[in-house]
């Protein structure tokens, strides 16, 4: 997963405490080691605690795992801390163990005779044959959406494809195409564990527009495109596949492609919640009594909101001096510190994402290498968290790119000729306000903080990629492209950052009148579309002049 993790906490006071702690249990051949990160997000390099983390019954305050260029020495450290020898907890040590391992069972015996005599886990084997992180093409069965398959198969790149009618899809794409069959317009088909794996979506779905008369038998009016027929809506209404259909397509692949702001992972945001398993992972584990808990405190945040609150009691007694709690959820990192017992492992082995499984918080006596945390002091604690999410790594590209139209923006414009814009705009009323639809569609995209381009093409045509190409903003231009081209610029699109979150219209030189062919001895070189996409601009979208007409009025 494409991702790095961050904390962002609040309390319910004033002070200017910040501080970060990340623990991280990885599953390796090193049976518990622990990486820890030392990557901050910029937002919480600043973040204001309100309330001091450990400042309970009148303690001073102090920072958590806060690095300092000087520490204490050991002796010095030592004479502050009592360590009284007290019982130990025995019930609570088997508790925790159960808590993170469970009961003994014959699969777990088996998983393990097979990682023996296989050299690898069950867990590995299973990920060897199952599929990778894939690209979802939506609309695969049409004319831009089976190119797109075909480009990615050829690349032996990993695809699915969502598509109706299962029949159709194998006869078009092949037998061994994987394809997941769902209906945008039913929300009910799209099924959040059909998605699970997908990283990055190509939507060429659109509503079927057709001649009135019908076509020939070889397609010819189709190939044409739109301009030169009588046209009307075949099947679902625009309404029902470039509104409905978006809005539930977008709401199917949110969790699996990531947002901008951050996947929520835990807490409490707008009307999101989600919640984590957290267990206790204290010093009793080596004999301690340090005890710690994680509840979620429904009024404690900020604004008198949800959050979660960390706590507990850290006693040095009987050589302890550590309360943690950990999930038992599977988090991906990419970029961590070795650490053992609080030593680097400096021959620790490349470190393999695959096997993160848990995100642990920590308040311990122990700094890194062998030294003390200088701000320690034992007692009663609480850390309020507030929210963990995941980001999408730096540079960011498009994560769902759309296949629109150009001139979605026309229909209502001020001051426009329509007797020189094509059909769809002169037609829109009668078309059921497709071009009505596909803006609102668009504007859902733009809204939902998923990275995305939204590629607009001029009337579709059936002739080959290679003709030089214009790419343009604010929806005015008019002319022709070749589906085959669309493909290919939505295929590059999804690796650009200088295509994220662009609008554009794009067409052939070539003009109607001309048809475009290709020397099958002398091929055009494939285009570089970066070249393109660097000439693009943030926010244009041909609206600009809508909402300037409104404020005029």
Same mark, same amino acid.
């Given at each position: 997963?494409?991702?790095?993790?961050?904390?962002?906490?609040?309390?319910?006071?004033?002070?200017?405490? =910040?501080?970060?702690?990340?623990?991280?249990?990885?599953?390796?051949?090193?049976?518990? %080691?622990?990486?820890?990160?030392?990557? &901050?997000? @910029?937002?919480?390099?600043?973040?204001?605690?309100?309330?001091?983390?450990?400042?309970?019954?009148?303690?001073?305050?102090?920072? $958590?795992?806060?690095?300092?260029?000087?520490?204490?020495?050991?002796?010095?450290?030592?004479?502050?801390?009592?360590?009284?020898?007290?019982?130990?907890?025995?019930?609570?040590?088997?508790?925790?163990?159960?808590?993170?391992?469970?009961? =003994?069972?014959?699969?777990?015996?088996?998983?393990?005779?097979?990682?023996?005599?296989?050299?690898?886990?069950?867990?590995?084997?299973?990920?060897?044959?199952? /599929?990778?992180?894939?690209?979802?093409?939506?609309?695969?069965?049409?004319?831009?959406?089976? %190119?797109?398959?075909?480009?990615?198969?050829?690349?032996?790149?990993?695809?699915?494809?969502?598509?109706?009618?299962?029949?159709?899809? %194998?006869? &078009?794409?092949?037998?061994?195409?994987? $394809?997941?069959?769902?209906?945008?317009?039913?929300?009910?088909?799209?099924?959040?564990?059909?998605?699970?794996?997908?990283?990055?979506? +190509?939507?060429?779905?659109?509503? +079927?527009? #057709?001649?009135?008369? #019908?076509? /020939?038998?070889?397609?010819?009016?189709?190939?044409?495109?739109?301009?030169?027929?009588?046209?009307?809506?075949?099947?679902?209404?625009?309404?029902?596949?470039?509104?409905?259909? &978006?809005?539930?397509?977008?709401?199917?692949?949110?969790?699996?492609?990531? $947002?901008?702001?951050?996947?929520?992972?835990?807490?409490?945001?707008?009307?999101?919640?989600?919640?984590?398993?957290?267990?206790?992972?204290?010093?009793?584990?080596?004999?301690?009594?340090?005890?710690?808990?994680?509840?979620?405190?429904?009024?404690? *945040?900020? *604004?008198?909101?949800?959050?979660?609150?960390?706590?507990?009691?850290?006693?040095?007694?009987?050589?302890?001096?550590? /309360?943690?709690?950990?999930?038992?959820?599977?988090?991906?990192?990419?970029?961590?510190?070795?650490?053992?017992?609080?030593?680097?492992?400096?021959?620790?082995?490349?470190?393999?994402?695959?096997?993160?499984?848990?995100?642990?918080?920590?308040?311990?006596?122990?700094?890194?290498? #062998?030294?003390?945390?200088?701000?320690?002091?034992?007692?009663?604690?609480?850390?309020?968290?507030?929210?963990?999410?995941?980001?999408?790594?730096?540079? +960011?590209?498009?994560?769902?790119?759309?296949?629109?139209?150009?001139?979605?923006?026309? @229909?209502?414009?001020?001051?426009?000729?329509?007797?020189?814009? @094509?059909?769809?705009?002169?037609?829109?009323?009668?078309?059921?306000?497709?071009?009505?639809?596909?803006?609102? *569609?668009?504007?859902?995209? %733009?809204?939902?903080?998923?990275?995305?381009?939204?590629?607009?093409?001029?009337?579709?045509?059936?002739?080959?990629?290679?003709?030089?190409?214009?790419?343009?903003?604010?929806?005015?231009?008019?002319?022709?492209?070749?589906?085959?081209?669309?493909?290919?610029?939505?295929?590059?699109?999804?690796?650009?950052?200088?295509?994220?979150?662009?609008?554009?219209?794009?067409?052939?030189?070539?003009?109607?009148?001309? @048809?475009?062919?290709?020397?099958?001895?002398?091929?055009?070189?494939?285009?570089?579309?970066?070249?393109?996409?660097?000439?693009?601009?943030?926010?244009?979208? *041909?609206?600009?002049?809508?909402?300037?007409?409104?404020?005029?009025?």
């Amino acid at each position: 997963m494409e991702s790095c993790f961050f904390t962002t906490i609040s309390s319910s006071s004033s002070s200017s405490s =910040p501080f970060s702690i990340f623990s991280i249990q990885g599953s390796s051949s090193n049976v518990g %080691r622990k990486f820890s990160k030392s990557c &901050m997000h @910029p937002q919480l390099l600043s973040c204001q605690l309100p309330k001091p983390f450990l400042q309970l019954n009148g303690r001073p305050k102090y920072r $958590l795992n806060q690095r300092r260029s000087a520490y204490l020495s050991s002796a010095t450290y030592k004479e502050t801390i009592s360590a009284e020898k007290q019982g130990w907890d025995l019930g609570r040590f088997f508790k925790t163990l159960y808590f993170f391992n469970g009961p =003994p069972s014959p699969a777990k015996i088996v998983e393990f005779i097979i990682e023996k005599l296989s050299g690898s886990s069950p867990e590995e084997s299973e990920k060897k044959m199952g /599929t990778s992180d894939y690209v979802l093409v939506v609309g695969a069965t049409g004319g831009v959406g089976r %190119r797109v398959v075909s480009n990615f198969r050829k690349k032996g790149l990993p695809v699915k494809a969502l598509v109706r009618n299962e029949g159709k899809a %194998r006869k &078009m794409l092949g037998p061994d195409i994987e $394809l997941i069959v769902g209906d945008i317009t039913k929300e009910s088909t799209l099924v959040a564990q059909y998605f699970k794996g997908v990283k990055k979506v +190509i939507n060429a779905a659109s509503v +079927i527009i #057709g001649p009135k008369e #019908g076509d /020939t038998p070889d397609r010819a009016k189709y190939s044409q495109g739109v301009k030169f027929f009588e046209p009307e809506i075949k099947g679902d209404s625009p309404e029902m596949v470039e509104y409905i259909g &978006m809005k539930n397509l977008i709401n199917a692949v949110r969790e699996s492609v990531g $947002l901008r702001t951050g996947k929520l992972l835990f807490g409490f945001e707008d009307q999101l919640s989600k919640e984590l398993d957290w267990g206790a992972l204290d010093d009793v584990v080596m004999g301690g009594v340090s005890e710690s808990t994680f509840q979620i405190d429904r009024t404690g *945040g900020e *604004g008198g909101k949800p959050t979660g609150l960390f706590k507990g009691i850290v006693s040095t007694a009987n050589n302890g001096g550590f /309360t943690s709690i950990r999930t038992k959820i599977r988090l991906p990192f990419s970029s961590l510190r070795p650490v053992f017992r609080a030593r680097t492992v400096s021959d620790a082995l490349p470190f393999n994402p695959s096997n993160v499984v848990s995100f642990q918080l920590m308040f311990s006596k122990f700094e890194y290498d #062998g030294k003390l945390n200088p701000t320690f002091v034992e007692g009663p604690f609480e850390l309020p968290l507030s929210t963990i999410k995941a980001y999408i790594k730096d540079p +960011i590209t498009p994560r769902f790119v759309h296949v629109s139209s150009a001139g979605v923006t026309r @229909p209502d414009r001020p001051g426009i000729d329509l007797s020189k814009q @094509p059909p769809a705009v002169r037609l829109n009323k009668e078309l059921d306000f497709v071009l009505t639809f596909k803006l609102k *569609g668009e504007d859902l995209i %733009r809204e939902s903080g998923i990275p995305y381009t939204i590629v607009r093409p001029c009337a579709l045509t059936e002739e080959p990629a290679g003709a030089d190409l214009v790419f343009d903003q604010g929806d005015n231009i008019t002319g022709k492209i070749s589906r085959e081209e669309i493909a290919l610029i939505c295929i590059a699109a999804l690796e650009s950052p200088y295509a994220c979150d662009k609008t554009f219209e794009v067409k052939s030189v070539v003009p109607f009148s001309e @048809p475009f062919t290709v020397d099958p001895e002398n091929p055009p070189p494939e285009k570089d579309y970066n070249i393109y996409f660097q000439t693009l601009k943030d926010g244009i979208t *041909g609206k600009e002049s809508l909402e300037q007409s409104a404020i005029a009025v």
